[in-house]
């Protein structure tokens, strides 16, 4: 199970529900999470099927900024 993190601009609950179905679509329900408190508000996600840029490209979709965190 790898785990990547991004850097978004995911703010609040409402943007949660936003992102809910692209973000369980790619990487699965239960498998990511978005720390609200963090400056960054950081999202990881621990995946086996999913990479960066899907993870990505789900997030800008969405409506969201993305960037990985090395």
Do not use: H, R
């Not at 498998?31 to 950081?42: A, H, I």
């Amino acid at each position: 199970m790898n785990t990547i993190q991004f850097k978004t601009n995911i703010k609040c609950s409402g943007c949660i529900a936003t992102v809910t179905p692209v973000l369980n679509e790619v990487a699965g329900a239960d498998n990511w999470e978005v720390d609200l408190l963090s400056p960054d508000k950081v999202l990881t996600v621990s995946t086996e099927q999913a990479s960066k840029s899907d993870i990505k490209s789900a997030i800008e979709k969405a409506g969201y900024k993305a960037e990985a965190v090395a």
